[in-house]
């Protein structure tokens, strides 16, 4: 089992920027890779960013690709996500999630979830 803690949501103004941290216990979190995925009301799960087992490798969604930045420290089972010039549709419940394998862009593909946290962007 894992535990994923999502922090760092909260209310921003069209523009600015936000850190999103995850927690992470249980297993040993370098056999996971680890996504960020966000949820609007009435609007499915998607994919915004992910990180391979190393840190080496990450992937985004073109929606947020050269805006956020997803990284981690294994050392203390922490992975974050970095948003920058935020925008009113980037307003949803954003997740984080591990992964034993290696398909970083379907929520199916993850074997744990946190239980999310709200960033809401002012327009």
């Known amino acids: 089992q894992v535990q994923l803690v999502e922090s760092g949501g909260g209310l921003v103004q069209a523009g600015g920027s936000l850190r999103l941290s995850c927690a992470a216990s249980g297993r040993t979190f370098s056999y996971f890779a680890m996504g960020w995925f966000r949820q609007a009301p009435g609007k499915k799960r998607d994919f915004v960013a992910a990180?391979?087992?190393?840190?080496?490798?990450?992937y985004y969604a073109d929606s947020v690709k050269g805006r956020f930045t997803i990284s981690r420290d294994n050392s203390k089972n922490m992975v974050y996500l970095h948003m920058s010039s935020l925008k009113p549709e980037d307003t949803a419940v954003y997740y984080c999630a591990a992964n034993s394998g290696s398909a970083y862009y379907t929520a199916p593909a993850y074997d744990y979830w946190g239980q999310g946290t709200q960033v809401t962007i002012s327009s």
């Open positions: 990180i391979n087992k190393s840190g080496g490798t990450t």
